[in-house]
C-alpha cells in the first residue's frame, strides 16, 4: 500500500529506535513531527532539539488536527488512547515500516535483514558507503558509535535500512539491493510455525526490485535455502561465508577487542583490521563488502570503511571498567546471536580472565520457545547470572519465567544463578565477578540500565 507522509506526522512511541529515525528523516525534510512516549530519553530529547514536539504519556489530546498521518508500530497496543482516538477521528494510521519505506522511494534501497546481525550489518554498509565519499540516507535499529544517531536524511540517492522481519513488516520495502543475513525461527509470537517465518522471506524475494540483487551468507542454511530460491526465481544473488562465494572468509583473528580478518573479493585477497571483536561480525563485513559493490562503491573505499567502523551502541557496547572487570551491554536476544556474542567476548577476554554474563530473556512467547537453546548458549560463558522476563508487548504466561533459563543453562549448578529481583541483580554479579573478567549485560529490555549500578557496585567493593 503506497502512503504519504505529507503536512503533520504524530508518532506513537516516538522514542523508539526505529521511531525516532524516521521523525529525524521527516524533520531533516520539513515535516511539521509531533509524537509523546512513555517516558523522556536521550532520543526524545534530541528530537525536541531538532523541532519535534513530543508529549511524555500517551493521551488523545496529544493529537495533531487533521489532515494528518499517525506512525505506529507493532509495540503499540490497539488499546492506546492515542491510536485508538486517531481511528475514531479518521487519521491515517500507518506502520513504521510503511512510514519507512515511503521515506526511501525514488532512492535506490538497500535492505538488510534476517534473524540475526541486521543492525550492525546495516551500520557496517552505512559507515563503508560514507568512507567512500557517498552520503547515504539511513535508517538503523540502532545508534551508531560514532554519531549517535541511528537515521541521517543524506544528499545522496542511496538509503540503507534495517528491515524488520518480527512482524512481516519487511514485506513493505522494495530493495535494489536485499541482504540477508541468516534465516532461523524467531518471531512465533507473530508467526505461529517455523515454516511460516521461512515462508515470509520467500515472499520479500518478490519485493527485490527488477535488477536487484540478493546477497545471502552461505554459511546458514536458512540463507543458503532461500539464495536457491531465489536464483530459481532469476534473482541475481551474491554470496559470502566461509567456503566457495563471491566474498570468503579465509581467516580469521582476534586481535585485542577487533580482529584480523583475511578475505577474497573478486579473486583478489585482503587484509581487513577490523575495530570490533567476533567472527559473526567478519561475516556482517562481508555482507556489507558485496551490498556497497552492488550499489556502485569501491571495494578499497568500503574496506577502509569497515575498519573504521566501531560499532553501534547496544552492540557489544563497553561501559566501563572498575575493579578490575570489563563491563560491556549488548542487545542480543535470540539464542544464535547469545552465543554468537558470547563467542565474541572469550575472544576479548582471552585466558586473562572469565565471561560473566547477566542475561534478561525478552518475551515470554520466546522464553517458552527456546528456553533450552537459550540455556546451552549460555553455556559459553562461566558465570550466568539470569533475570526475571522483560515482557514488552505479551503478558505474563503461567509458568514462564526465568527460571526456565536458568534451570536448562549447560553449567555447574553453583556457576549460575536465577535473580528474579531486580535490586539484588548489580550485588550478585559484582559478587561473581573477579579482577580480569568480562560482566555483559545481555538483552534486548531494560537491562541495559544495570551496567551502571554494576560498576558502581564494583566500585565499591574494590574501595572496602
Not at 545508534?143 to 512481516?168: K, M, N, P, R, T
Not at 554459511?219 to 561465508?241: F, K, T
Request: one cysteine or more; hydrophobic letters at 45%; a negative charge.
Amino acid at each position: 500500500m503506497a502512503v504519504e507522509l505529507a503536512g503533520r506526522v504524530h508518532l506513537i512511541g516516538i522514542g523508539g529506535a526505529g521511531m525516532s529515525g524516521i521523525a529525524r528523516i521527516l524533520l531533516a525534510r520539513g515535516a511539521t513531527v509531533s509524537g509523546s512516549d512513555a517516558k523522556d530519553s536521550r532520543a526524545v530529547l534530541a528530537l525536541r532539539a531538532l523541532g519535534a514536539r513530543v508529549e511524555v504519556g500517551h493521551d488523545p489530546g496529544h493529537l495533531p488536527q487533521p489532515p494528518a498521518t499517525v506512525v505506529v508500530s507493532s509495540a503499540i497496543r490497539a488499546t492506546n488512547p492515542e491510536l485508538a482516538a486517531a481511528r475514531e477521528r479518521g487519521l491515517d494510521v500507518v506502520h513504521r515500516a510503511q512510514a519507512l519505506a515511503a521515506l526511501t522511494e525514488g532512492r535506490r534501497l538497500a535492505a538488510v535483514t534476517g534473524t540475526a546481525g541486521k543492525t550492525s550489518t546495516t551500520s557496517m554498509l552505512t559507515v563503508a558507503l560514507q568512507h567512500c565519499g557517498l552520503d547515504p540516507s539511513f535508517a538503523i535499529g540502532g545508534d551508531l558509535a560514532a554519531s549517535g544517531s541511528g537515521a541521517h536524511e543524506g544528499s545522496g540517492d542511496i538509503f540503507v535500512a534495517e528491515a524488520d522481519e518480527s512482524d512481516a513488516s519487511f514485506l513493505a520495502f522494495s530493495p535494489m539491493v536485499a541482504v540477508v543475513t541468516n534465516v532461523e525461527a524467531d518471531h512465533l509470537d507473530h508467526y505461529g510455525s517455523a515454516e511460516a517465518y521461512v515462508a515470509a522471506f520467500e515472499t520479500f524475494l518478490d519485493r527485490i526490485a527488477p535488477g536487484g540483487a540478493l546477497v545471502a551468507c552461505s554459511d546458514d542454511p536458512g540463507a543458503e535455502s532461500l539464495a536457491r530460491v531465489a536464483e530459481g526465481r532469476g534473482i541475481l544473488v551474491r554470496r559470502y561465508g566461509r567456503g566457495g562465494c563471491d566474498a570468503q572468509l579465509l581467516d580469521f583473528r582476534p586481535d585485542g577487542t577487533g580482529a584480523r580478518v583475511v578475505l577474497r573479493h573478486d579473486d583478489v585477497q585482503h587484509l581487513l583490521r577490523m575495530a570490533v571483536p567476533g567472527e559473526h561480525m567478519a561475516l556482517n563485513a562481508l555482507a556489507a563488502l558485496l551490498a556497497g559493490v552492488e550499489l556502485g562503491a569501491g571495494v578499497d573505499g568500503l574496506l577502509a570503511g569497515l575498519a573504521a567502523f566501531d560499532g553501534v551502541r547496544r552492540r557489544f557496547e563497553f561501559r566501563g571498567r572498575a575493579g578490575g572487570v570489563a563491563v560491556y551491554d549488548d542487545y542480543a536476544h535470540h539464542p544464535t546471536k547469545v552465543a554468537a556474542q558470547l563467542r565474541a567476548a572469550r575472544d576479548v577476554v582471552g585466558d586473562r580472565g572469565r565471561v560473566v554474563v547477566a542475561f534478561q530473556p525478552h518475551l515470554y512467547s520466546r522464553t517458552r520457545e527456546f528456553a533450552g537453546a537459550f540455556g546451552a548458549a549460555l553455556g559459553l560463558a562461566d558465570e550466568v547470572v539470569v533475570l526475571e522476563v522483560y515482557g514488552a508487548r505479551e503478558d505474563p504466561e503461567p509458568g514462564v519465567s526465568g527460571a526456565l533459563v536458568a534451570d536448562a543453562v549447560t553449567l555447574p549448578p553453583d556457576r549460575v544463578h536465577y535473580v528474579p529481583r531486580w535490586s539484588d541483580v548489580p550485588s550478585v554479579v559484582a559478587g561473581v565477578a573477579r579482577p580480569g573478567d568480562l560482566v555483559i549485560t545481555m538483552g534486548a529490555g531494560d537491562v541495559t540500565v544495570l551496567a551502571p549500578e554494576i560498576l558502581l557496585e564494583l566500585e565499591r567493593r574494590e574501595r572496602a
